[in-house]
Structures are given as C-alpha cells and as structure tokens.
C-alpha cells in the first residue's frame, strides 16, 4: 500500500522502535506514548481497519499471539495492560492500517466499558 505509514515501517522502509517481529505482525512504540509502555501492534500484510479481516483470516489470533509474547517480554503479564483497536471516524482512528494499541506501565484509571 503506497504511501500508508505502518507499511512503511512494516517492511523496514522507515526505521521505527521495534519491540517485536514475526513472519505476520510487527510491533514497535508509539510515537506519542499515553503510558510508560505504549505499543501498535500491526500486522504486516495491509488492513484499513478490522472491517477488512475475513472469517477464515487468521490474522487476529496472530496478533493476540505476538500482544502475549510482548507482554511478557515487557514485563507488563502480571501487572496487566488494555488492548485497544480504533475502528474508523468515530473511534477517532487516525492511521488507516489496522494497528492494537498495548497500553500499560501504570493504573490505567476510568475505562469506557
Ligand atoms: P489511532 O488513533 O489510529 O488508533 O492510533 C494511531 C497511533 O499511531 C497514535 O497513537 C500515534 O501516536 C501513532 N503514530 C502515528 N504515526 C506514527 C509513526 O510514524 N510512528 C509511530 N511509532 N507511531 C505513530
Ligand atoms: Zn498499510
């Protein structure tokens, strides 16, 4: 996908602060971090947003998988963490590839469910 910047670091065109890679996902620190540990999980393979994952699509348990790996690798396993996915305008969504935030590193205080 031209010119979608998680592609972009996705394949290594644009240098990024990876904290894990696989064959399907990779996963680096935002770039604006709401929280000691901040990370986007994303796959490698382009999807505007989960409206594009079909039912057969493995994708999703890949990147479960990698968000467990992470955890524990960040150390954040036992003191827990919020996966967060914005879908489209009204969840605020502002990079037009599929992307799990990992937040964590301090109580997270009010939830919205
Ligand atoms: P969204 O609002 O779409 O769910 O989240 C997009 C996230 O991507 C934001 O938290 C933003 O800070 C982060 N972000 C946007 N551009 C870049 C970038 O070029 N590098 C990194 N590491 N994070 C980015
Ligand atoms: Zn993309």
Known sequence: MEDCI??????????????YEDEFVTAFR?????????????????????LEVKENDDIIAKIYGAINKIAKQENIDQSGFRVINNCGKDAGQTVMHMHFHIIAGRALGDKIV
């Open 6 to 19: 998680f592609c972009k670091i996705a394949n290594g065109e644009i240098g990024t602060d990876k904290v």
């Open 30 to 50: 935002d770039l604006n971090p709401q929280a000691p540990v901040h990370i986007l999980v994303v796959p490698k393979k382009h999807y505007s947003n989960v």
